[in-house]
DNA sequence: CTGAAAGCGCTTACAG
DNA sequence: CTGAAAGCGCTTACAG
């Protein structure tokens, strides 16, 4: 009647107004056999009028059963990249049963142990990072190692061997490293751009001094960071072009900036590819939108992800699996290049 | 010692190994001052040898408390769009300690209703709907009523007028129409692009029915649907010219679309704008990364979901707020009109 | 300063 | 078929 305050329904109330005791509502909540058809309806009817729907909270602590929770901590969904990946692993997540508790940390470190005790602390099944492996201003990671203490912790595109930790990840390293190979072949003035240290983005910059020097070529000066936006990319190609340096090879460290570099090309009448290569990363819808189309480097996200989801349900299920799991790169050739 | 099954901790484990009651453990969590320092050392000291962490969800439930959680369901996370909107909703959120309950429904009406029945289960304190307004197979939202009734539901683009429903959402029709207005003065074959059918892709389509009526143009097969990639929409484009339409303003729902459009009409030597203009919609990162930069309409998502989290913090505060807010959009002219 | 007890919203053996 | 009671992992008045 007077549900002025309008207070959240629990089963107490459904039982007295059926006039029946608990146990039986929670019978018919979860469907026991056995109750009468008469009492069932009763207390069906009240619990449709009053739209009473029980906590699954309550539940899952009085029945000893996790709440089927699963964090994920992504480094930072504005970038397409990771965008994909919180949508791939919720959507084979929730095949699963499984339900996401989402937390964004960008480079924050605090704000990522903070997450990760957040996600321990509501009782997840499990953790799964994405790109978001950050050492603390000691270079360690305990957090991590703390955290894999409470559940399974899934790593996408990092990669830490601990007990309880599973990395999966795609060998950036050579990615780079051949990208630099095969662009050698016609090409000598390279130009790395990049914009974020994570653990991937360092390899990929390793690759890139790697693969530089096993071809014989000073990498000095010629891996250059930029901000994580286009026109970022484009002012930094243009100033060392006007700076006088020769540049017909860049890569990137993802597609934004890659776009970035082809626009600022394309408005100095450079000709792509003819005057100058450009190869991105991720192979994200970015390369559909340009003309010419990008070539891109595909890192598998949607592979690591499959996997990753994969060898979790392997994990809940008592399974053993592979501490670290790493996939090849491969290199997309469309317009660019 | 024997940790075999390394069952949970729980505060009696912890209790018993420091030789107290859990209701000194419980003081010690929750920096009670009455505890003896001494005592106080001891149980820390197990809880951290042991790595005990509290449930939050144990906690809440005795306290009475919430978890905190807000519910977010949102359309298709692959959208730039949307994981924009997520990607500000989460850090707004997270600023006022709240954490998110995350779940992608696509246009299946049946998984939009069960995920909003998960998030009320969950005990959510609110639910955030990004362009997830459907209807199901008679044409009603009763789903979206019934959820209303146990906590506050925020949509934002969309707009369902019902008790504790809020929405937040952008004046697409407008924006449409006075588009097609603004370039009616420098063209008369229009295209409009579009790719789903989401409430503010129908506010998208009868504003543009609007303004050519408006201009005395006949709409008639001059609004197409495409599939959600570029691809598509340049193979829509391409079609319809080789057909022998005759295209010189095109409008997008949104800047892939758009992108591919600019892709099709570069590649067969049209030139932007002179021959051919282009507006997309979301002013989103792809704007940036095409060579000429895309026109784009922008509606302000950032601006709506402030506005979301703004009220959601006076509704949870017990404040009212108003039913309905619009904001209006703004085109954003660059170099494809 | 500390513990026994009741309670948060549920479920389920155990009696009847 | 149904209810009283114990229990899930916590907290907090109430006694001492």
Same mark, same amino acid.
């Given at each position: 009647?007077?549900?002025e305050?309008k #207070?959240?329904?629990?089963?107490?109330n459904?039982?007295?107004?059926?006039?029946?005791?608990?146990?039986?509502? &929670?019978?018919v909540?979860? !469907? &026991?056999?056995?109750?009468?058809?008469?009492?069932?309806?009763?207390?069906?009817?009240v619990?449709g009028?009053? !739209?009473?729907?029980?906590s699954?909270?309550?539940?899952?602590?009085?029945?000893?059963?996790?709440?089927n929770?699963?964090?994920?901590?992504?480094?930072n969904l504005? $970038?397409?990249?990771?965008?994909?990946?919180? &949508?791939? %692993?919720?959507?084979? =997540?929730?095949?699963?049963?499984?339900?996401?508790?989402?937390?964004?940390t960008?480079?924050?470190?605090?704000?990522?142990?903070?997450?990760? #005790?957040?996600?321990i602390t509501?009782?997840?099944?499990?953790?799964?990072?994405i790109?978001s /492996?950050?050492?603390d201003?000691?270079g !360690?990671?305990?957090?991590?190692?703390?955290?894999?203490k409470? *559940?399974p912790?899934? +790593?996408?595109?990092?990669? /830490?061997?601990?007990?309880? +930790?599973?990395?999966?990840?795609c060998?950036?390293? &050579?990615? /780079?490293?051949? *990208?630099?190979?095969?662009? @050698? #072949?016609?090409?000598e003035?390279?130009?790395?751009?990049?914009?974020?240290?994570?653990y991937?983005?360092?390899?990929k910059l390793?690759?890139?001094?790697?693969?530089?020097?096993?071809?014989?070529? $000073?990498?000095a000066?010629r891996?250059?960071?930029?901000?994580?936006d286009?026109?970022?990319?484009?002012? *930094?190609?243009?100033?060392? =072009?006007?700076g006088g340096?020769k540049? $017909?090879?860049?890569?990137?460290?993802?597609? /934004?900036?890659?776009?970035?570099?082809?626009n600022?090309? %394309? @408005? @100095?009448?450079m @000709?792509?590819?003819?005057?100058l290569?450009?190869?991105?990363?991720n192979?994200?819808?970015i390369t559909?939108?340009t003309?010419?189309?990008?070539?891109?480097? $595909?890192n598998?996200?949607?592979k690591?992800?499959?996997?990753?989801?994969?060898?979790?349900?392997?994990?809940?299920r008592g #399974?053993?699996i592979?501490?670290?799991?790493?996939?090849?790169?491969?290199?997309?050739?469309?317009?660019?290049?």
């Amino acid at each position: 009647m007077a549900d002025e305050k309008k #207070e959240k329904l629990n089963i107490y109330n459904i039982a007295s107004e059926a006039g029946v005791s608990i146990a039986t509502v &929670s019978r018919v909540l979860n !469907n &026991s056999p056995s109750v009468s058809e008469k009492t069932k309806q009763k207390v069906l009817s009240v619990i449709g009028t009053h !739209n009473y729907v029980p906590s699954s909270i309550a539940q899952n602590l009085s029945n000893r059963t996790t709440g089927n929770l699963i964090g994920i901590v992504c480094y930072n969904l504005k $970038d397409i990249y990771y965008a994909n990946a919180v &949508s791939m %692993l919720e959507s084979a =997540l929730r095949r699963r049963g499984h339900h996401i508790i989402l937390s964004c940390t960008g480079e924050d470190f605090l704000q990522k142990q903070k997450s990760i #005790e957040m996600l321990i602390t509501k009782q997840v099944d499990a953790v799964i990072l994405i790109g978001s /492996v950050f050492l603390d201003e000691y270079g !360690n990671n305990a957090y991590l190692l703390n955290a894999a203490k409470h *559940c399974p912790l899934l +790593i996408i595109n990092g990669n /830490v061997r601990s007990d309880n +930790i599973y990395s999966f990840y795609c060998d950036d390293f &050579s990615a /780079v490293k051949n *990208c630099v190979a095969i662009m @050698r #072949e016609k090409h000598e003035n390279f130009l790395f751009l990049y914009d974020a240290d994570t653990y991937s983005g360092n390899l990929k910059l390793n690759g890139f001094y790697a693969g530089m020097q096993e071809c014989g070529l $000073d990498p000095a000066g010629r891996a250059v960071r930029c901000d994580s936006d286009a026109a970022s990319a484009g002012s *930094c190609f243009n100033k060392l =072009l006007d700076g006088g340096e020769k540049i $017909d090879a860049v890569i990137t460290a993802n597609d /934004v900036l890659a776009a970035g570099v082809l626009n600022a090309a %394309l @408005r @100095r009448g450079m @000709r792509v590819p003819e005057d100058l290569s450009i190869v991105g990363y991720n192979n994200s819808i970015i390369t559909q939108c340009t003309t010419p189309q990008l070539s891109s480097i $595909d890192n598998g996200l949607e592979k690591l992800c499959e996997l990753a989801v994969d060898g979790l349900s392997k994990l809940l299920r008592g #399974e053993k699996i592979e501490g670290s799991t790493m996939i090849p790169p491969r290199l997309i050739a469309r317009e660019t290049m």
